[in-house]
Each structure stands twice: as structure tokens, then as C-alpha cells.
């Protein structure tokens, strides 16, 4: 069984930066696409930032220049660098790891709270 994991949310700063990590434990093939999603109360969720195993990424065009998506494929783990941190990226952040023909998994979610 698959279980993405993240970590590194809390509390910041307007301005600020953190870094968020979602490493899956339980996988023995290659993770096709890794994704950052948030949700923020009331709010539908959102797709952030995308990357293949490639390298190549995406971003949602509100936090294009400010979030930096990576991953580790040896380690199956994916990065999110966010910086310049502004209160509306206040969400719960989800990591979402797809395989392809409809296979992913969600992890549990760390909350994002940017505030003075």
C-alpha cells in the first residue's frame, strides 16, 4: 500500500518561504506525475504545481516565480519551495502522486497558514 507523506507546513510570515516534502512509502515502480494541491476553506481544491519524472513542471499561474516544484526519484519524493508567501496561499496542501491508467494516491494533507 502506498502512503505519500507530507511535512514542513506551519506558520508564516507574509514574505515568507517554506518547503514542503511528500515522500511515499510502500512504492516499488517509477511515480509518473507528482502534484501539489491546496485547498483553502470554502474553496474548491486546486492543482499548484505538476512535475513528470522527467523533470518537466507546471504551475498554476497564481504562484508562477514564487513556488519551485522538484522531486527525487531514487527517494520518491517531491518538494514544494514556496516563497514570497502571501495570505491567500492559506490552504491545507495535499501531495497527490499519479502512476497512470487512473492509479494515485492522495497523502493527509499539511496545513499552509500565512499570516503577520
Known amino acids: 500500500q502506498v502512503r505519500p507523506v507530507e511535512s514542513g507546513g506551519g506558520l508564516v510570515q507574509p514574505g515568507g518561504s517554506l518547503r514542503l516534502s511528500c515522500a511515499a512509502s510502500?512504492?516499488?515502480?517509477?511515480?509518473?506525475?507528482m502534484n501539489w494541491y491546496r485547498q483553502a476553506p470554502g474553496k474548491e481544491r486546486e492543482l499548484v504545481a505538476t512535475i513528470t519524472r522527467t523533470g518537466t513542471t507546471n504551475y498554476a499561474d497564481s504562484v508562477k516565480g514564487r513556488f519551485t516544484i522538484s522531486r527525487d526519484n531514487a527517494e520518491n519524493t517531491v518538494y514544494l519551495q514556496m516563497n514570497s508567501l502571501k495570505p491567500e496561499d492559506t490552504a491545507v496542501y495535499y501531495c497527490?502522486?499519479?502512476?497512470?491508467?487512473?492509479?494515485?494516491?492522495w497523502g493527509q494533507g499539511t496545513q499552509v497558514t500565512v499570516s503577520s
Open positions: 497527490n502522486l499519479y502512476y497512470g491508467l487512473g492509479l494515485d494516491y
Open positions: 510502500g512504492t516499488i515502480f517509477v511515480i509518473n506525475v
